[in-house]
């Protein structure tokens, strides 16, 4: 099948997951990740109308980003950072991307705050949690959430729309949808403190169904879309 009609499927798997758990039609938002995958794969899809792209390694990202917005502008597209991220290199993601995900330390929030170029709008963040426990690597708990929440919340360059996740990848759908309801009570907690915070990060292409019925309202989809990745040329 050919990238558009990968979407045109995904769209409506989300459509119909939507109805099927009481969603407000449009509530979640669908995010292309295409890392890995080159500029004509990414034109393929805005042209049906994606505008909503996810990146993981920053040099690949910043290279889209520039490609896009020298040869492309009227697309719009919107750049959404997903990958780790090391403190020497925030500033190509504050200068490039309008939307991060995986915030998870002070530092790096300090940083991309100190580094978003003015002019430019507020970088739109969520903090990456960890809901699995011991068993992911990846993301903060809740007491550290709540203190990088109000950190974030005094940097006027940085603007907290909530939460993401990437939890253990497992194939049992009640065991997803607990680790995914988890990181809803934790957005709803922070909403109650933080006016801007409207956002859950979670669903992939393994995992997206359960991520939908327990409230996300972005789901990150690559394989979906793109097919197979190849990693061979990344370390
Ligand atoms: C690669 C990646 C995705 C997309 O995963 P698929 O299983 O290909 O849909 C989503 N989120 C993050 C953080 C990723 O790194």
């Known amino acids: 099948m050919s990238i ?3 979407i045109e499927h995904i769209t409506s798997l989300i459509e119909s997951a939507q109805t099927k758990f009481g969603r407000t039609k449009g509530s979640v938002q669908l ?3 295409s890392k890995t995958k080159p500029v004509e794969a990414v034109l393929e899809a805005a042209q049906t109308g994606q505008v909503r792209f996810g990146e ?7 290279n889209k980003v520039e490609y896009f917005t020298q040869h492309h502008p009227d697309l719009n597209l919107e750049w959404h950072f997903i990958g780790p991220l090391q403190s020497n290199k925030t500033r190509p993601v504050a200068e490039h991307f309008a939307w991060v995900h995986t915030i998870d330390r002070a530092k790096i929030a300090q940083r991309l705050n100190d580094q978003r170029p003015e002019g ?3 970088l739109q963040v ?3 949690v960890n809901t699995s426990g011991e068993t992911s690597k990846s993301g903060i708990d809740e007491q550290q959430l709540f203190e990088l929440a109000q950190l974030i919340s005094e940097l006027p360059n940085l603007t907290l729309r909530g939460v993401m996740s990437i939890p253990e990848n497992v194939s049992d759908y009640q065991q997803q949808l607990a680790a995914f309801k988890s990181l809803t009570q934790l957005k709803e907690k922070l909403a109650q403190r933080y006016p801007d915070i409207d956002t859950i990060s979670m669903g992939m292409t393994g995992d997206m169904e359960a991520a939908i019925e327990a409230g996300s309202t972005i789901v990150r989809i690559g394989t979906a879309i793109f097919g197979q990745r190849d990693y061979s040329n990344k370390q």
């Open 4 to 6: 558009q009609q990968n």
């Open 56 to 62: 993981n390694y920053v040099q690949e990202g910043v």
């Open 31 to 33: 995010l292309a990740v």
């Open 126 to 128: 969520l903090i990456q």
């Open 120 to 122: 430019m709008p507020p």
